[in-house]
């Protein structure tokens, strides 16, 4: 959805029944529910409309053929909210299998915001991001730093891959 004309176009398909799936472009799940209210969207429309927010990025995955366990230094964690995390990391030497990177193929970090009856009271009142952040917060929502976290303790990804493309 880029512009104003879209995103009323698809409010009003959501509104008579439709199932509508886009994309937009936003830095986390609940600034898309500012974004699309700054291209005009009426507030008690969208809470009327928007069933729930998926964000994703992708980060790389680390390569299964040279996978290697390592302690995490302070600063690494400190880095990604986890001070006096006791586990290990994982990283890749490099192999012929990933051509010397230390990563092969890719993998999503997501965060989902699923709008209860309470968050579109909400959106109704205001569309500030933190505030309906902080709500979802309350609710269960998980942001794609805490998704990219558990897939960093798992070996799935490297913290330098979910720094950059997580953090802002």
């Known amino acids: 959805i880029r512009d104003a004309e ?7 398909a959501a509104l008579t029944g439709h199932l509508v799936l ?17 291209m005009g969207i009426e507030p008690f429309l969208l809470a009327s409309s928007l069933e729930g927010v998926i964000a994703q990025r992708l980060v790389r ?8 366990a390592y302690e995490p230094d302070e ?6 909210g986890m001070e006096g995390y006791e586990g290990v990391f994982y990283r890749g030497r490099g192999c012929e299998a990933c051509l010397g990177t230390g990563y092969r193929g890719r993998v999503g970090v997501f965060e989902v915001l699923e709008l209860c009856d309470e968050l579109k009271t909400l959106i109704t009142k205001t569309q500030d991001s933190n505030e309906i952040r902080r709500l979802a917060r309350e609710k269960g929502y998980r942001t794609m730093m805490e998704d990219g976290v558990e897939k960093v ?6 913290s330098g891959e979910l720094l950059s493309a997580v953090k802002s």
């Open 75 to 80: 600063e690494e964690l400190k880095e990604l």
């Open 6 to 12: 879209t995103a009323e176009i698809s409010v009003h």
């Open 22 to 38: 886009s994309t937009l472009h936003t830095n986390d799940a609940p600034s898309a529910i500012t974004r699309l209210t700054d």
């Open 61 to 68: 995955r680390v390569c299964n053929g040279c996978k290697e």
């Open 153 to 158: 303790k798992k070996g799935i990804t490297t």
